[in-house]
C-alpha cells in the first residue's frame, strides 16, 4: 500500500514537473506543420490614435501559442469578397504566456497615396470583442533559443554571437522586441543587444514604453541593451537621431563589424535595400550573418 502511494506520489509530481516545465499545452502543436485557429477577440483597446492593442483569448486558459522565439504568425480572411492574408507577431511570449496572445496593430487608413489603406488593420480594427481571427502558423525561417544562438531555416544553418545589431521600421519592431525579451527572461543570457528603430515621426514609435522598460531592465539585470530611435521629421527637444538610417548612424549605434555580431532586420524592403544593406557592406559587417524577417 505504502509502495502504491509513492508511485502514484511520484507520478503526480512528474505530472505537475512537465506542466511547469513545459508551460502548457501547444495551441499550435509541435511546430512542424503549420495549424490554423480561430480565436476570439478577448480584448481590444486604442493605444495611440493609429494603433491598436488586440488580445486573443487561446482554446484553454492553461495553453500556450507555441510560437518559437524569431517565428510568425498569419492572420486571414475573406474581406469584401477578397482573400487576404498578412503576417504579424505577436507582443507577448509565444512559450510562456497562457491563456492568450497579444497583438499591437498599427491601423492604416485610407490616405491619397493608398485609398485602400491597410486592408487586414482596417479589418481587425472593425471586429467587436467575441468575434474570432483565423490565425495559422508558426512561419518564419528565424528561430533565436537563446545565449546568442540562432537556427535559421529548420537548422539548415546555426550563427552563434556574443552581440546582435537589430535594425527596423514601424511594425518591423515586434520580431526584435521578442529577441530583447527572450534574452532578458534568461538570465544566463548575457548577449548583447543594439537597436536602432526608424519611424516618421514620435507619435509613430510602437511599443516605446515596452522598449524602454526593457532597457532599464537590462540595466538593473546587468545585461547591455542599446537602444536607439531615428525620426524622418524631429521634435526640438529630440535627444536621439533625425533622418533616415545612414553609415554614420549604424556605426555609432550598432555592434562593431570586428565583433562578428548577428544582424538582423525587419521593415519595408526599400529601407533595407536602400539605406541597410549597402551601408552594412560599406562598413564591412559580415553579410552571411545578416539575417531578414
Not at 538570465?187 to 536602432?196: I, N
Not at 516618421?200 to 539585470?221: G, H, Y
Not at 536607439?228 to 535627444?239: F, I, S, V
Request: charged share 25%; with cysteine; glycine share 8%.
Amino acid at each position: 500500500m505504502i509502495l502504491l502511494i509513492a508511485v502514484v506520489a511520484i507520478v503526480v509530481l512528474a505530472a505537475v514537473v512537465f506542466v511547469v516545465t513545459s508551460g502548457g499545452k501547444k495551441a499550435f502543436g509541435d511546430g512542424k506543420k503549420p495549424k490554423t485557429l480561430q480565436l476570439p477577440i478577448s480584448k481590444k483597446e486604442y493605444i495611440s490614435h493609429d494603433t491598436i492593442f488586440v488580445k486573443l483569448a487561446l482554446p484553454s486558459s492553461s495553453d500556450i501559442l507555441g510560437l518559437d522565439c524569431g517565428k510568425h504568425f498569419t492572420v486571414s480572411g475573406k474581406i469584401n469578397g477578397e482573400f487576404v492574408s498578412r503576417a504579424y507577431t505577436p507582443t507577448s511570449d509565444g512559450m510562456r504566456q497562457k491563456g492568450s496572445i497579444d497583438l499591437v496593430i498599427k491601423v492604416y487608413k485610407p490616405t491619397e497615396r493608398f485609398p485602400k489603406g491597410g486592408i487586414m488593420s482596417q479589418y481587425i480594427d472593425s471586429l467587436k470583442i467575441g468575434q474570432k481571427v483565423r490565425i495559422r502558423g508558426p512561419f518564419g525561417k528565424i528561430h533565436y533559443r537563446g545565449n546568442g544562438h540562432f537556427d535559421i531555416s529548420k537548422g539548415k544553418q546555426t550563427e552563434i554571437t556574443k552581440s546582435i545589431g537589430m535594425i527596423c521600421g514601424g511594425t518591423g519592431i515586434t520580431p526584435m522586441l521578442q529577441i530583447i525579451n527572450e534574452v532578458l527572461v534568461r538570465a544566463d543570457d548575457k548577449t548583447e543587444m543594439y537597436l536602432l528603430f526608424a519611424n516618421k515621426t514620435e507619435d509613430d514609435i510602437l511599443v516605446r514604453s515596452e522598449l524602454e522598460a526593457a532597457e532599464k531592465k537590462a540595466k538593473e539585470m546587468g545585461k547591455k541593451f542599446k537602444l536607439w530611435y531615428t525620426l524622418d521629421k524631429a521634435p526640438e527637444d529630440w535627444k536621439y537621431s533625425e533622418g533616415f538610417v545612414n553609415k554614420d548612424m549604424i556605426a555609432k549605434t550598432m555592434p562593431s563589424p570586428g565583433d562578428n555580431p548577428v544582424m538582423l532586420f525587419c521593415g519595408p524592403p526599400v529601407m533595407y535595400e536602400r539605406a541597410v544593406k549597402p551601408n552594412l557592406i560599406e562598413l564591412k559587417y559580415n553579410m552571411n550573418r545578416s539575417l531578414n524577417f
